[in-house]
């Protein structure tokens, strides 16, 4: 009887040790060296890709040729204004089924970073808030507002409920690892003073009471409260320090590239400085990185952010915007990481003992107790190579780089020395169309879908961006004895607007057009416009370009005309009309009537053959065609197009606008570790986007409807299919 009870309780005992031990192992933890998984330190690479900007076809490609890059990690946002379009109705379908991507990435054997924000930036439309969010009464935006915080909590939660249901964090046998609350917060902190600290302090503890029992993480967020993890964002981050002893040394954007924008040149990075980046954060004892971006993608439909942000988020990363490999960048880093894995046991235990081996020169030395070794051995200097010695033996060391030596002896791998072989990935020409074009006339002021307000009034206030496109119309009277009519000479029409692109209509002709700067949105049209005597009818189309992504006071925020909108010049008068009555239609006829899918289509007619327009604003192209055979990649090139917007079988792909050029501002890299002269900028004079990718999954094999919405005018019948091809020799 006794030694059955003994039998009992040891059997109790060890179920309870078990599961104790299953409970420390199954924990995602950290402290000042690593990120601690299961029981283990590890040394993590990461990588961003945002599911919005691809397809769910694309996806497990992605994943895949990530993990051979040799990442262990996914990182996204999450996007709050793809998953809630409107209050309480939630969308997690296609391109935004969070959690089938996040189920891919598991089955792929990694694990998931999840940047819930749910402010993003990210040059996503609104930085990722739902605009209706703007006209919650007495919203304030990311500060101690109490609207603001029970909508971001409601959010946050609602995701973090959706993980927890699908048991996908990692204790409960799931990928994800860490997630993040907000986003660079610290950068508008002080300019809310106390309310800013308490919001951020707010956020911190709402974040960790959701209990989702893997660390928290706050970029860029120097008073970030325990237990969350501080970390960096950057071109360099070797000299970043987490703001306790005990946390780890984490860099959460790795920017492999940077963002484009359309009137802006590309930007681009070598992967032999970024590989010298991600060495010089792992020498200096960081052991997470991300890379920004590891796949961009694409900014379908409306979600670029900014204004300007161009569709294409390629960002130089090492998958290309369409899903190819980037040589050689994409194998550079992954011998870079084959590398750093061989020295993960010592990264993780010991603390590096830096000596200087030259004047610009330093070895890292990671020595543990038990004989493991790592060494790095750093040639600061951008310009010369350099010979060091280190324990007895020459090494030799190019310029800005960084040799790797896992076992304390052999250098396996420089970061300036690319043994991997470029790709030779080219445009070629698959197909031309045969097009069709409706050309939409300017509303007029009894159109049905129109309101007649007085005053100017803001765009957003009234589109509430269900699309880029406001008309604010008016009607002037002009008389026999204005001077100009008698003359010969025109009036000037001025009209201000707070962005970010205008085109004037006189009597439904177009008459000029303006646009917002890169460094400005804010725009003013000044030009002598045709008026005749009597009525004349004044239509101003005001354009968003994508609603900005970062700042403060994203409440505050307007766009459109605001005023003032004058005529000057008639004999003896100038007019006001910034308090007239103005009659409003939110959206272009096309859009209305659906024109870009297959069932609005048939609702116009269509002008065919010679009777095509062309160099005409405010003009509709629709074609039909079948897809190319293959798997490659596709892509338009709109080079002959001006401005305007694109859709495939009713899906858009998003915001055209090669005729806007870069200018300015082109430069070669150099290399001295500070942030903007890093930035490598090329493509000076061109479009800075031609092409736009065209998902293979959006097309059927026959019968694809493409449509283009051309808005100050362009020629179709220069509109080329392209296929993105790996050259092989
Ligand atoms: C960071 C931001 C990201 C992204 C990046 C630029 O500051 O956190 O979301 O906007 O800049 O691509």
């Not at 030395?365 to 951008?382: E, H, I, Q, R, W």
Request: with cysteine.
């Amino acid at each position: 009887m006794a030694s059955a009870l003994r039998k009992k309780m040891i059997f109790l005992l060890v179920i309870i040790c078990l599961s104790w031990v299953f409970e420390v192992e199954a924990r995602v933890s950290y402290d000042n060296r690593a990120i601690i998984i299961n029981g283990r330190r590890r040394i993590l690479i990461s990588g961003s890709i945002h599911y919005p900007r691809s397809t769910p076809e694309m996806w497990p490609d992605l994943i895949q040729k990530a993990k051979n890059g040799g990442l262990d990690v996914i990182q996204t946002y999450v996007f709050w204004n793809g998953h809630e379009p409107s209050p309480g109705k939630y969308y997690f379908e296609g391109r935004y089924d969070l959690v089938q991507f996040i189920k891919l990435v598991q089955k792929a054997g990694l694990y998931v970073h999840l940047r819930i924000g749910p402010y993003v930036c990210a040059e996503w439309n609104f930085g990722g808030f739902p605009v209706w969010l703007k006209y919650v009464p007495g919203i304030v935006f990311r500060t101690d507002n109490q609207p603001f915080k029970a909508a971001m909590e409601k959010f946050t939660q609602k995701i973090v409920n959706m993980m927890k249901s699908e048991n996908l964090f990692e204790p409960q046998g799931g990928p994800i690892i860490l997630s993040q609350i907000e986003n660079e917060y610290e950068i508008v902190e002080n300019s809310f003073g106390d309310a800013g600290k308490s919001y951020a302090r707010w956020s911190a503890n709402m974040a960790v009471g959701l209990k989702t029992e893997v660390p928290w993480v706050m970029c860029k967020q120097g008073d970030a409260l325990d237990p969350i993890i501080n970390s960096c964002n950057g071109f360099y981050c070797e000299n970043f320090l987490p703001n306790r002893d005990n946390k780890p040394k984490m860099w959460t954007e790795a920017w492999t590239g940077w963002l484009l924008k359309f009137g802006g040149p590309a930007p681009y990075r070598p992967v032999e400085d970024l590989a010298f980046a991600v060495t010089r954060f792992i020498q200096n004892k960081g052991s997470y990185i991300n890379y920004y971006m590891y796949h961009g993608g694409t900014n379908f439909g409306r979600t670029a952010g900014g204004p300007f942000i161009a569709t294409s988020y390629d960002y130089d990363a090492p998958l290309d915007e369409y899903g190819l490999t980037r040589e050689p960048k994409h194998s550079h880093l992954r011998d870079l990481h084959t590398t750093i894995r061989l020295c993960e046991p010592a990264l993780v235990s010991a603390n590096p003992v830096r000596t200087s081996v030259g004047r610009k020169q330093e070895a890292h030395v990671f020595n543990t107790k038990s004989g493991v070794c790592a060494a790095f051995l750093a040639n600061y200097d951008p310009q010369y190579f350099v010979n060091v010695t280190f324990r007895g033996r020459q090494y030799g060391l190019p310029p800005w780089s960084i040799s790797i030596l896992p076992h304390c002896q052999e250098a396996t791998f420089n970061t300036a020395r690319v043994r991997a072989a470029s790709l030779d990935v080219k445009m070629e020409f698959a197909k031309k169309f045969s097009w069709e074009s409706y050309t939409e006339g300017v509303p007029s002021t009894d159109d049905m879908n129109s309101f007649v307000a007085h005053g100017l009034l803001e765009q957003l206030n009234v589109t509430r961006d269900t699309s880029d496109y406001l008309w604010y119309t008016t009607n002037v009277n002009i008389r026999k004895d204005d001077g100009f009519l008698n003359y010969g000479d025109f009036p000037i029409l001025k009209v201000s607007s707070a962005g970010h692109a205008l085109q004037v209509f006189i009597n439904g002709e177009l008459s000029g057009t303006a646009y917002g700067r890169l460094a400005n949105p804010k725009l003013k049209f000044s030009d002598k416009v045709t008026l005749k005597a009597g009525i004349n009818k004044i239509s101003l189309l005001s354009v968003t370009v994508g609603l900005p992504n970062v700042g403060l006071h994203f409440e505050k925020w307007n766009v459109g005309v605001l005023g003032p909108v004058t005529l000057e010049g008639l004999s003896g008068r100038t007019l006001d009309f910034s308090k007239w009555k103005w009659s409003y239609k939110t959206g272009l006829e096309g859009e209305t009537l659906g024109l870009y899918s297959f069932k609005g289509s048939s609702s116009v007619k269509w002008a065919k053959g010679s009777s095509v327009r062309k160099e005409q604003a405010l003009t509709w192209y629709k074609t039909i065609f079948d897809a190319p055979e293959g798997k490659d990649p596709l892509a338009l090139d709109m080079s002959s197009m001006g401005k305007g917007q694109i859709w495939i079988n009713g899906q858009s792909i998003g915001r055209h606008w090669p005729a806007h050029k870069a200018s300015g501002g082109c430069s070669q890299c150099s290399y001295s570790g500070t942030f903007l002269e890093n930035k490598c900028l090329r493509g000076c004079g061109d479009a800075s986007q031609k092409w736009y990718h065209v998902p293979r999954s959006w097309l059927r094999p026959k019968g694809n409807l493409l449509v283009v919405f051309e808005e100050q005018g362009g020629d179709p019948t220069g509109i080329s299919l392209m296929r993105r091809t790996i050259q092989k020799d």
